[in-house]
Each structure stands twice: as structure tokens, then as C-alpha cells.
T-cell receptor, first 116, second 116 residues
Framework: AQSVSQHNHHVILSEAASLELGCNYS??????LFWYVQYPGQHLQLLLK??????LVKGIKGFEAEFIKSKFSFNLRKPSVQWSDTAEYFC??????????????FGKGTKLSVIP | NAGVMQNPRHLVRRRGQEARLRCSPM?????VYWYRQLPEEGLKFMVY????????ESGMPKERFSAEFPKEGPSILRIQQVVRGDSAAYFC??????????????FGDGTRLSIL
């Protein structure tokens, strides 16, 4: 079974600081990778996804993530955060094929607080 | 508005009562997934349904929990004889096709269930 580890439980940054949130997964096969964001009291929104091709993927709101296969990592980055980025961020993985290939496995989430 | 409609947003039940959570998928989506988010945890897969069929319920507790997705109407997650440990946020997601690569799961706002 796959698992996802997010290293930081809570990150506090000042506006304009750079952001990098770590995500590592364990799974023996090919995976699809996702980052979701959850603003307070709202639904999960898809920030970006990786299926294949260029390992550097760009998402909405200036976010990007890099898939490093050798490290089983899919870290989320943003060069300059804004107060409106305050939210909880979830990394998720899904097997590319086979049994359970529709099941998303989520990390525990990282709460980001951006101070104006 | 993500398009996946869940209701109610908040549900309070006393121990021993039944809880019914409803989910209407996005228009045109025929695949529904239920996830549970316990406090300080990531989302955990519970069940995957297509119209009138349960495809995978491997994440569902063996007792008291059931799910359906009838031909007409929303998907229902039912919890009978609720206990305090059932307190959580329950999220529904839908997709056009579970395995088409460019069809990620879209999430609803969730139902926050509180057991008194």
C-alpha cells in the first residue's frame, strides 16, 4: 500500500517569503501525484497534478511542484507567498494502474500561515 | 463552488442516532468517492461507487457504515448508531472516469459530523 509523508505540520512565513513544502511517498510502481489546498471551511481544491512528462509542473496561483523520481518526492514551491495563501496543503498520490488506482492517499497536511 | 454538493455542511448527532450524509456529484460525473478526515489527519479513502454499484469499500468500517449511489438522486453515506469516534469531516469527490488520466477527483465542501 502506498503512503504519503508531509514533513512540516505547520509553517509560518511572512508575506513575500519563498515557500517549499516537502512531500515524500512510498509506492513501488508508477504514480500520479497531486497537491490540494484547503482554505478554512472550504473544499479541497486541486493546485496541480503530475501524470507524466516534464517533472516540473506549474499549477494555479503561482504554485509549482517538482517530481524527483529517485527521491520519491513531490515538493511544492512558490517564490513569494501572499496572505491569501494561508491554508492547509495536502499532498496526495494515486497508483497509475492496477488495484486501487482510483484511491487517493493523502498526507496529513501542512498548515501554512502567512503573516502580513 | 466546486460543483460537488454535499449536505448538510454540519451535522450534530447524539450517540446511538443515525447520520445520513448526502453527496451530489458534479454534472456528468458518474464516479463518487467518500473520504473521512479525522482531526489532525489527512483524508482517508472509504468507498468508491458508480451508479448503483459499490466498486470498492475497502476503507469502510465493517460495521455501522454503508454507502449507496442510486440510479436517481445523490450518493448517501449512512452511519448507524453513531459513536464519538465517528466525529470527523466527511468529504465526497466525483470524477468523470476513475482512470482517465486527465480526470482528477473534484471535492465537495464536506460534512462536519459532531457526536455529542
Amino acid at each position: 500500500a502506498q503512503s504519503v509523508s508531509q514533513h512540516n505540520h505547520h509553517v509560518i512565513l511572512s508575506e513575500a517569503a519563498s515557500l517549499e513544502l516537502g512531500c515524500n511517498y512510498s509506492y513501488g510502481g508508477t504514480v500520479n501525484l497531486f497537491w490540494y489546498v484547503q482554505y478554512p471551511g472550504q473544499h479541497l481544491q486541486l493546485l496541480l497534478k503530475y501524470f507524466s512528462g516534464d517533472p516540473l509542473v506549474k499549477g494555479i496561483k503561482g504554485f509549482e511542484a517538482e517530481f524527483i523520481k529517485s527521491k520519491f518526492s513531490f515538493n511544492l514551491r512558490k517564490p513569494s507567498v501572499q496572505w491569501s495563501d494561508t491554508a492547509e496543503y495536502f499532498c496526495a498520490v494515486r497508483p497509475y494502474s492496477g488495484a486501487g488506482s482510483y484511491q487517493l492517499t493523502f498526507g496529513k497536511g501542512t498548515k501554512l500561515s502567512v503573516i502580513p | 463552488n466546486a460543483g460537488v454538493m454535499q449536505n448538510p455542511r454540519h451535522l450534530v448527532r447524539r450517540r446511538g442516532q443515525e447520520a445520513r450524509l448526502r453527496c451530489s456529484p458534479m454534472k456528468g460525473h458518474s464516479h463518487v468517492y467518500w473520504y473521512r478526515q479525522l482531526p489532525e489527519e489527512g483524508l482517508k479513502f472509504m468507498v468508491y461507487l458508480q451508479k448503483e454499484n459499490i466498486i470498492d469499500e475497502s476503507g469502510m468500517p465493517k460495521e455501522r457504515f454503508s454507502a449507496e449511489f442510486p440510479k436517481e438522486g445523490p450518493s448517501i453515506l449512512r452511519i448507524q448508531q453513531v459513536v464519538r469516534g465517528d466525529s470527523a469531516a466527511y468529504f465526497c469527490a466525483s470524477s468523470l472516469d476513475s482512470r482517465v488520466d486527465n480526470q482528477p477527483q473534484h471535492f465537495g465542501d464536506g460534512t462536519r459530523l459532531s457526536i455529542l
